[in-house]
């Protein structure tokens, strides 16, 4: 497979631009904060939906200013499920909410896992040229993922509240052994690093010939799977057609920099570094509700997020935003009101 030849570097112009060194928004240092609020585009009167339906205008009302948001911009959201044809109004109006309350945005176009999609999880065969085929017996898909990403980034490239483009939440060209496709039984040849890297060089060519301005952030998870494992992160960052990557962390609550020397976020920190890159670290999560107290989560993640940032990160995003928060269960979400909101407005940089 080979890419298009187009300049791999961002042209001038977007609001957000990256180096070694961070981010900056509109030519200032920008270390930002916010949410993964991943159903935003759910409209029940028109798409199946992902999660609850959100006010967006009180979303976005109630972030500090210049935050940053992550959310699902996945294909299916944009079927309308009585029609079945396109119906782009639930994602026109989160961009519209986003530009009217001066927020920043980072859509991701397709799921690893294939959640809120079709379900299915993406295999080697996927980013091999899956992802340029369209599957006739998908409910929830009406082109392929290539012909989606072109749509949409037309679409939405010259949205003033748009950061930068994600292509895959945490990709994993790996292969599954059983129908469930468990984590411990995936098989992972030994050209997957090559194969990931190859996915971002065709599919990056083709979104920057589109909309040659805005950045391209690679989803990556950071803790070894398959592909970006050890030194293979490195490799896979380096790609000319990533411009921002990424670490998720979860299960370390108040350890700034966890993980090991192989796969630990200190070492993706340093590999970013090498590959020249920023590193934003787009998920942390962590348990609260009945199994821990609202507080206390806020205060562990403020300690992480000082290390991680004194430790050369890019910004933080917090898993996850939810309207309808479950208090008396044990769970990651984030509901209006939630301290977090004070940390994320703490913590945030900009100018």
């Given at each position: 497979?080979?890419?298009?030849?187009?300049?791999?570097?961002?042209?001038?112009?977007?609001?957000?631009?990256?180096?070694?060194?961070?981010?900056?928004?509109?030519?200032?240092?920008?270390?930002?904060?916010?949410?993964?609020?991943?159903?935003?585009?759910?409209?029940?009167?028109?798409?199946?939906?992902?999660?609850?339906?959100?006010?967006?205008?009180?979303?976005?009302?109630?972030?500090?200013?210049?935050?940053?948001?992550?959310?699902?911009?996945?294909?299916?959201?944009?079927?309308?499920?009585?029609?079945?044809?396109?119906?782009?109004?639930?994602?026109?109006?989160?961009?519209?909410?986003?530009?009217?309350?001066?927020?920043?945005?980072?859509?991701?176009?397709?799921?690893?896992?294939?959640?809120?999609?079709?379900?299915?999880?993406?295999?080697?065969?996927?980013?091999?040229?899956?992802?340029?085929?369209?599957?006739?017996?998908?409910?929830?898909?009406?082109?392929?993922?290539?012909?989606?990403?072109?749509?949409?980034?037309?679409?939405?490239?010259?949205?003033?509240?748009?950061?930068?483009?994600?292509?895959?939440?945490?990709?994993?060209?790996?292969?599954?052994?059983?129908?469930?496709?468990?984590?411990?039984?995936?098989?992972?040849?030994?050209?997957?690093?090559?194969?990931l890297r190859?996915?971002?060089?065709?599919?990056?060519?083709?979104?920057?010939?589109?909309?040659?301005?805005?950045?391209?952030?690679?989803?990556?998870?950071?803790?070894?799977?398959?592909?970006?494992?050890?030194?293979?992160?490195?490799?896979?960052?380096?790609?000319?057609?990533?411009?921002?990557?990424?670490?998720?962390?979860?299960?370390?609550?108040?350890?700034?920099?966890?993980?090991?020397?192989?796969?630990?976020?200190?070492?993706?920190?340093?590999?970013?570094?090498?590959?020249?890159?920023?590193?934003?670290?787009?998920?942390?999560?962590?348990?609260?509700?009945?199994?821990?107290?609202?507080?206390?989560?806020?205060?562990?993640?403020?300690?992480?997020?000082?290390?991680?940032?004194l430790a050369?990160?890019?910004g933080a995003?917090?898993?996850?935003?939810?309207?309808?928060?479950?208090?008396?269960?044990?769970?990651?979400?984030?509901?209006?009101?939630?301290?977090?909101?004070?940390?994320?407005?703490?913590?945030?940089?900009?100018?």
């Amino acid at each position: 497979m080979t890419s298009r030849t187009v300049d791999a570097s961002p042209q001038p112009g977007a609001r957000v631009t990256a180096t070694v060194d961070g981010l900056k928004l509109d030519g200032q240092d920008w270390w930002p904060t916010g949410f993964n609020a991943y159903q935003l585009a759910t409209n029940w009167s028109v798409n199946w939906g992902c999660g609850g339906m959100v006010d967006l205008d009180d979303y976005f009302e109630t972030l500090p200013p210049k935050s940053l948001t992550r959310f699902n911009l996945f294909q299916a959201l944009a079927i309308n499920r009585f029609t079945g044809e396109m119906d782009f109004g639930p994602m026109d109006a989160v961009f519209a909410a986003a530009e009217a309350n001066n927020q920043m945005i980072l859509p991701v176009l397709s799921p690893q896992d294939g959640a809120c999609e079709d379900e299915t999880f993406k295999e080697r065969s996927w980013y091999v040229d899956g992802w340029t085929e369209y599957d006739v017996t998908a409910e929830r898909a009406l082109m392929s993922f290539q012909d989606w990403m072109e749509v949409a980034v037309d679409r939405w490239k010259d949205s003033p509240a748009l950061a930068a483009w994600e292509l895959v939440g945490e990709p994993e060209p790996s292969l599954c052994t059983d129908t469930a496709c468990n984590w411990w039984t995936r098989q992972c040849p030994t050209d997957t690093a090559q194969i990931l890297r190859s996915f971002y060089e065709a599919a990056g060519a083709e979104l920057r010939a589109i909309d040659p301005k805005t950045l391209i952030t690679a989803g990556l998870l950071g803790g070894g799977q398959c592909g970006t494992g050890g030194d293979d992160y490195q490799y896979v960052s380096e790609s000319p057609y990533v411009d921002v990557v990424q670490y998720h962390d979860y299960g370390a609550d108040g350890v700034p920099l966890p993980g090991d020397q192989w796969n630990g976020l200190a070492r993706r920190i340093d590999q970013a570094e090498a590959a020249g890159k920023p590193l934003l670290v787009a998920e942390i999560g962590e348990w609260a509700g009945s199994c821990e107290s609202l507080e206390d989560r806020a205060s562990h993640i403020a300690d992480k997020i000082e290390g991680q940032k004194l430790a050369g990160t890019a910004g933080a995003l917090l898993w996850a935003f939810v309207p309808d928060p479950r208090p008396l269960e044990c769970t990651m979400d984030i509901g209006d009101g939630d301290p977090l909101y004070g940390v994320i407005e703490a913590e945030a940089e900009w100018g």
